[in-house]
């Protein structure tokens, strides 16, 4: 069995002063971005990890806010390091989460379902259904399988059992009873610059010249933003209600 430094340390777990500084931008904009939607809410937090994120919806009004995570190990942390009045961490199953129905007026997921093959994603997504009140608020967020894994069928995370596309997921979504009602990205760019082809080209010339260009970097604030035509971020943020 990994040990607790293992599991806290494996390059999956975001532990804020600890991580890469991209890495920890990224995780903490998709928890910025959800503070606008729990004040006063019961809110669940799945897969918290250490919990940075779920402190920081509490800290902002939510009325309580609930982290699980599957490691005790991260739930020991989480509770040493990010404990809080009106918190509480519990170790459960993404899968079979011990909770009231429709108890929540708000479920944050992040980064969860690419790690679940799909028998564990179709029973995970019929939980977040069954614990959602009928006027709550979904929030999930995953990576853009054409940008990580274009062309692959395996993620080239190694961490990852599957990777989806935008359409994929909002179709998912649909079938387990959510409606997509805002789509928003981040480390957003435009597609030519997310072609296979293209990309390839770009790093050619770039160690063929001895440094980056950096032109990725014009469009990927980490910050969740609405995008348009033209444009595809790294990583999807969801926003859903249930389907009426």
Known sequence: ?????????????????????????EHLARYQFAKDFVKGKTVLDVACGVGYGTK??????AFFV????????????????????????????????????????????????EHLNDHERDLYLKELYRLLKPSGTLIIS????RITSPGSITPKNTHHFREYRLNELI???????????AIRGQRVRRKILSNVLVRKSISFLERLRGHRFAIYDRTQSAEVIPFGAGY????????AHLAV
């Open 56 to 61: 920081m919806m509490g800290e902002v009004g």
């Open 1 to 25: 069995m990994p040990s607790p430094q293992n599991i806290l340390f494996s390059g999956e777990q975001m532990i804020p002063g600890k991580s890469p500084e991209k890495t920890e931008e």
């Open 142 to 145: 995953t990576p853009n399988k």
């Open 66 to 113: 609930y982290g699980v995570d599957l490691s005790q190990d991260v739930i020991n942390y989480a509770k040493q390091h990010y404990s809080g009045q009106r918190l509480e961490y519990r170790c459960g199953n993404a899968t079979n989460l011990n909770f009231e129905e429709k108890f929540f007026d708000v479920i944050v997921s992040f980064e969860t379902i």
């Open 171 to 181: 179709d998912l979504l649909h079938q387990h009873g959510f409606q997509a009602t």
């Open 232 to 239: 595809e971020p790294r990583y999807y943020v969801v926003v």
